[in-house]
């Protein structure tokens, strides 16, 4: 099977409905001049475009699902007639599409309870990372490079959205510091949310505890992971998708503090990578925190734990391989 990478013109800056058209008559055309085996798409927000042209091709169509968009617009602060749209546009996409792929047993749930999909015409197929590009680095180093006075690192790293629980890990962070004076926070990337974080951490009088990076590159994210002593993933329920953030985490061998949603917990669980918390519990933030703080053997066999399940696992290849199976599956 040969996979062909269709660009189209950059025209998002006259708008989405006009870039989704141009995307559509080029794909088209190209499918025409080498008809496709099948069309595998990643969902966007409005797009119904590609049903027309897998149906004009007469092959198959797959859509990737890698986070629920109703909630994703309400908690960015879409109207009513947004969030209509988007479901109207969502419930058409699962109807339509001959195989729907999930990144997690929790996102796949969702649209089976939402928009009645069958489960038959739903597989998972979990995201991963590039273990040569996120790979783990000199812990000293890498504090040096950020800027970091020696100690011990808790650090987030992620787009700053409402379903990031960052506000637990402030309510958590005077207790630490209680048992653990010297240890620092990062945050780093960028959203909607960090200048409210920030707000907060000022009202806290943790200012001089935090630091907040803004947006980074993305060649740069192994060298802040690897200044972290424990990596936090912790997310409230509006989290559907699987977090990203922890297989970085994972490839950078570092232990994480994370949420025991599904998906989640069976990740921190199946590989021992990490301590699982309930949602919005400071408490047991505080004490997961305070036991991998005190316990360097710990630390160090799971974030061994973690590089391993990247390399064996969690990674691009392995994903490409089950895409590729469902695929030939779906044509056969």
Request: hydrophobic residues 45%; aromatic residues 8%.
């Amino acid at each position: 099977m040969a996979i062909h990478v269709v660009r189209p013109p950059d025209l998002r800056i006259v708008g989405w409905v006009a870039y989704y058209l141009m995307s559509a008559i080029v794909l088209l055309g190209v499918g025409l001049r080498r008809p496709p085996d099948l069309i595998y798409f990643r969902e966007t927000a409005y797009n119904l475009m590609p049903i027309p042209v897998a149906r004009m091709l007469r092959c198959p169509l797959i859509i990737e699902i890698n986070g629920f968009l109703l909630d994703e617009m309400r908690l960015v602060g879409a109207g009513v007639f947004e969030r209509w749209l988007i479901r109207v546009t969502q419930q058409i996409t699962c109807d339509e599409a001959d195989l729907v792929v999930a990144v997690s047993s929790r996102l796949r749930d969702l649209m089976i309870e939402t928009f009645g999909l069958p489960r038959t015409r739903i597989t998972i197929v979990p995201n991963g990372v590039d273990p040569e590009r996120a790979r783990p680095e000199e812990t000293a180093t890498s504090r040096e490079r950020l800027g970091l006075a020696p100690g011990p690192v808790i650090g987030f790293l992620g787009s700053c959205y409402p379903y990031h629980d960052i506000d637990t890990l402030i309510s958590a962070a005077l207790s630490i510091l209680a048992h653990r004076p010297d240890v620092r926070f990062v945050v780093g990337g960028d959203g909607p949310m960090r200048e409210t974080w920030m707000r907060r951490v000022t009202q806290e009088g943790l200012e001089d505890r935090f630091l907040f990076t803004g947006r980074i590159p993305y060649a740069d994210v192994p060298t802040y992971i690897s200044a972290f002593t424990i990596g936090i993933a912790v997310f409230t329920q509006e989290a559907k998708g699987l977090g990203m953030k922890l297989f970085d985490y994972m490839a950078c061998g570092r232990p994480m503090i994370a949420t025991d949603l599904p998906g989640d917990v069976d990740i921190v669980r199946k590989w021992q990578v990490g301590i699982l918390i309930a949602e919005g519990d400071a408490a047991a933030l505080t004490c997961a925190a305070v036991r991998l703080l005190d316990d360097p053997v710990m630390c160090e066999t799971m974030g061994r734990n973690a590089r391993h399940a990247v390399v064996e696992y969690f990674n691009w290849r392995r994903a490409a391989q089950d895409i590729v199976h469902v695929a030939h599956e779906t044509i056969a």
